[in-house]
């Protein structure tokens, strides 16, 4: 690698470490992150996996990064995120070591290397994910270096470069159950292509799927947690179509349901990135070395095991398919598109494709950085707009927005056996993205305020009227939407 192309290398992880590190308190904590950062990370190491065993889905290796990271940065948006960011950028010189590696002996290996670094720095899915405080950034960075591993090893079986596959796999089943799928498909491909040297391989596998098994009991004891997989509200087919919109749109709204203008950016993002995807097959099939296309297989392997399996395994009926599971298949997919475009014999038209998909994934992280629509639900900016209590009063909140209210407000959970006999208040907020609300008997609407994508409405009674957990819980006080409470005191 001549120090041009690592000078290339280094500006684009620098600008992937821009993209994440100056936007980082731009958005709200959302509910997932509101509970990373005020109900697990306890202040003792073990009360904190005490939480991740009973109520969490994840394994426990983010946690415990997460909970030393928090003692030196503290637990606001910019400190816990920082932590996502920083192992969101390092993906960056690990995408390019993937793709590399994939393209073997190719002439162009460092130039699909670089491309694919690119496509990972400005990828709106893996920005958003690098500036959130969950396990998802771990998994990704830890499978794109199982991705280079595999292909390294898959080339050269030595019981070093399969022991490190290995570790690498191990540390993203670590940091996520779904890592088992592409770790799945590496190990079987390894097996059966290692030919005489298949022992070894089985060896590296044995040893990954002992980190799975040594995890089995934490997952059924998360499984069994009084928690349901709400994702399943929603249509398998509409979160496999889910998949391929945040792959190349990102994260927020839901596919089709913002305005028009956004409307317009996902239907355009989904549509071009397509096209340019097909277009990087058709590079890599027809134009492609023997080695750019043997890569562009292991790619679609990894993708298949990945992506395709937990797909189908959802449609059989074992489904856990929450779309952001999968964005570990944001790797390989990138991989595939650096070996079409990059390719000893895609020509100019290869580049031009490469320098088009990241003007589009920019566009796309330009977008959500300033349209509010494209960005997390602001309870950040309710909790400021309904400002500090100045008597007891209660919040109900649609089921989302507990814990971030709770975590900006620094209010309770109006829930327990401690509130049987309610709590006597004379003021009554809610924060809802429904238009109908029924305010308990006593209460009189005082004022109304929209923020984006919410309405804040503040209710007061002559006489404090005593109230009680189920009095404001389930859908009696917002209509048709799913509620939780809180109680603040000045």
Known sequence: MSRRELALLGA???????????????????????VTAARVLLPNLGDTLDVVVSSERSPPLYYLVAWAWAKLFGTGEVGLRSLSALVGTLTVPAAFFAARELAGRARAAVRIGLIAAAFVAVNPYLVWYSQEARAYAFLVLFAALA??????????????????????????????????????????????????????????????AAVGLALIPLALSQEGADRRNAFTDTPVAHRAEEVAVDYAAGEEPDPLAGKAAIDAVQLSAVLAGGCLLAFAVFLVAHRGSPDERHGATL????????????????????????????????????????????????????????????????????????????????????????????????????????????YYLGAGKFEGDRYDEGARVSELRTVSTTFEVIAPPGFRL?????????????????QPQRLTPSDVGDERVLAGEPSAALIESP
């Open 12 to 34: 684009i992880t620098a600008a992937a470490a821009i993209a994440r590190f100056a936007t980082l308190d731009l958005q709200s904590y959302h509910h997932d992150e509101a």
């Open 299 to 406: 790619a679609a392997v990894v993708v298949a095991g990945g992506v395709a399996v937990p797909v189908a395994l959802a449609f059989a009926g074992a489904d856990y398919l929450n779309p952001r599971n999968l964005i570990a298949g944001t790797i390989p997919l990138a991989c595939t598109g650096a070996l079409g475009f990059g390719g000893e014999r895609a020509g100019r038209a290869g580049r031009a494709a490469a320098v088009a998909t990241c003007a589009l994934f920019a566009a796309v992280v330009l977008a959500a950085d300033t349209a509010h629509q494209m960005q997390r639900v602001d309870w950040r900016g309710a909790a400021a707009a309904m400002g500090p209590a100045a008597a007891t009063r209660l919040i109900v909140t649609n089921a989302n927005g507990d814990d971030p209210l709770a």
């Open 446 to 462: 005082v004022s109304e305020q929209e923020l984006e994508g919410l309405i804040l409405r503040l209710y007061r009674a002559d």
């Open 147 to 208: 991705l280079a591993l595999f292909a390294r090893a898959e080339r050269d079986p030595t019981p070093a470069n399969l022991a490190l596959w290995a570790g690498a796999s191990a540390a993203a089943v670590l940091s996520h159950y779904f890592a088992i799928f592409p770790t799945a498909a590496e190990a079987a491909w390894l097996i059966w292509a290692t030919g005489g040297e298949h022992r070894r391989a089985l060896g590296a596998t044995l040893a990954t």
